[in-house]
């Protein structure tokens, strides 16, 4: 049973251009990397058709080495003219990876990476969340009622596992929730006894039917390649016992219309300053 990522896409997409229909300020996007690879150059122009699709000015830079991203992103995020700034990771000197989200505005950190952002989720305050997180969550509550439900989240990373966990925290959601990593111990009885599972890990497959209890919601981070095919964390049996996001066309494409719906609010809210 497949969740239909591609009505609630929709639903945020038209969020956007009623956003943008109600503004004077033209909306702008730039996004940038550095020594990208074929994947990379892939995603940044399926960026650029789906913020011309919705009336947003997109621009691509490619940084010739760190130190320019630096002094661009510095640049960047002084520029009134930009609404959103997005980085394509990894980056080739992860070391600096921490240094070069803090030079994002965080006002327009629409990736929300920036330390500000990821400390404002202890307190509620989701403006800025990480991009999939907020999808995971903008799928879940069009999915479920998730109040009351036990959730597991395989993976701890600081865009996705951390940040999913504390927004399912929140007093609104009142989830009750446990992340799950690579020591994690007894992995089934946790995942199987959950309403909800949430998968980040990069494993092709990692999550069995036998992981998963009946009608339970899973939802699929995982972006790996196969054999040449694109295909997620968890495996194809699982559907026929739960509901799973689909890999592609699922989290990633609402996290892509989360993005573009964050530059069109920030050109908004610019717009009544």
Not at 13 to 18: E, G, I, Q, R, S
Request: hydrophobic share 40%; charged share 25%; glycine share 6%.
């Amino acid at each position: 049973m497949l969740i239909d990522c591609k009505s609630i896409s929709n639903e945020i997409d038209a969020n956007t251009k009623d956003t943008l229909s109600k503004t004077s300020v033209k909306a702008k996007l730039v996004s940038f990397a550095v020594a990208p690879d074929s994947g990379t150059i892939s995603y940044l122009k399926s960026q650029k058709k789906k913020a011309s699709s919705l009336g947003i000015e997109y621009e691509m830079i490619i940084a010739t080495d760190v130190d320019e991203l630096k002094a661009l992103l510095k640049r960047c995020s002084k520029d009134s003219s930009v609404h959103g700034i997005f980085v394509s990771h990894p980056l080739p000197d992860k070391e600096s990876e921490l240094e070069i989200v803090q030079l994002v505005n965080p006002n327009k950190d629409i990736e929300g990476r920036n330390a500000n952002n990821l400390g404002m989720l202890i307190y509620g305050h989701e403006q800025f969340s990480p991009c999939t997180a907020q999808a995971v969550i903008e799928i879940l509550e069009r999915s479920t009622s998730i109040m009351g439900k036990k959730a597991t989240i395989i993976g701890r990373s600081p865009t996705v596992g951390m940040p999913v966990s504390l927004m399912l925290l929140k007093r609104e959601r009142s989830a009750t929730v446990t992340v799950c990593h690579t020591k994690t111990r007894n992995l089934q009885a946790i995942t199987k006894d959950s309403d909800i599972v949430v998968v980040a890990v990069g494993r092709a497959g990692f999550l069995k039917p036998e992981m998963v209890k009946e009608g339970a919601i899973v939802i699929d981070v995982g972006i790996n390649v196969v054999e040449g095919k694109i295909v997620g964390d968890v495996d194809n049996e699982v559907q026929e016992k739960a509901w799973i996001t689909p890999v592609p066309g699922g989290v990633g494409s609402v996290t892509t219309s989360v993005l573009m719906n964050r530059v069109a609010l920030n050109a908004a809210r610019s717009d009544k300053i």
